[in-house]
């Protein structure tokens, strides 16, 4: 297996709402199989399919306890807020510290097609909540203040044109 392209602000798909999955089916599970192997692949703990430029309700995570595949997650309760720097494999070189809810109750359906809840503590519901973002095209530079957003901008066009100069 080839691990997929993982798609690069600022690419377009990365701002675009994705769209529910009706049901899991061996095209979905395939899909889940090729995120997990793309995101181990290039060092991450979680990714959503918009990163790899499908706009499908779906995200596949892993922090070392065992990997976790979810179509439709939906945050049902959050608790506590904590404040942590994060990266992300379609924004390289960038960390920006995110305040997250610490402890969230999610659900969706799993590669089974089966309804499930998760309660997720700590690192787990960060990388979850991240995820989840990226389903509604949120991307951690958007917890940037303005001045912030302005420098990622410079470097970013600075980034492109160099690119295009090659």
Do not use: W
């Not at 994705?18 to 199989?33: D, M, S, Y």
């Not at 976790?68 to 494999?89: D, F, Q, T, V």
């Amino acid at each position: 297996m080839e691990p997929l392209e993982i798609k690069k602000y600022p690419d377009s798909v990365l701002r675009k709402k994705c769209i529910l999955v009706e049901r899991i089916t061996e095209t979905e599970v395939r899909l889940f199989e090729e995120m997990l192997f793309t995101m181990r692949h290039f060092a991450g703990i979680g990714l959503a399919a918009p990163q790899i430029g499908i706009t499908r309700n779906m995200v596949v995570a892993d922090i070392g306890e065992g990997p976790i595949m979810l179509a439709n997650p939906k945050i049902l309760n959050s608790r506590g807020a904590e404040k942590m720097e994060e990266g992300c494999l379609s924004i390289p070189g960038v960390e920006v510290i995110v305040e997250r809810a610490d402890e969230i109750i999610i659900s969706g359906l799993n590669e089974k097609d089966e309804s499930i809840k998760l309660k997720a503590q700590g690192l787990l519901a960060r990388v979850l909540q991240h995820e989840i973002d990226h389903l509604n095209g949120k991307l951690i530079i958007d917890y940037l203040n303005i001045l912030e957003k302005f420098k990622l901008r410079l470097h970013t066009r600075r980034r492109i044109e160099q690119h295009a100069n090659l």
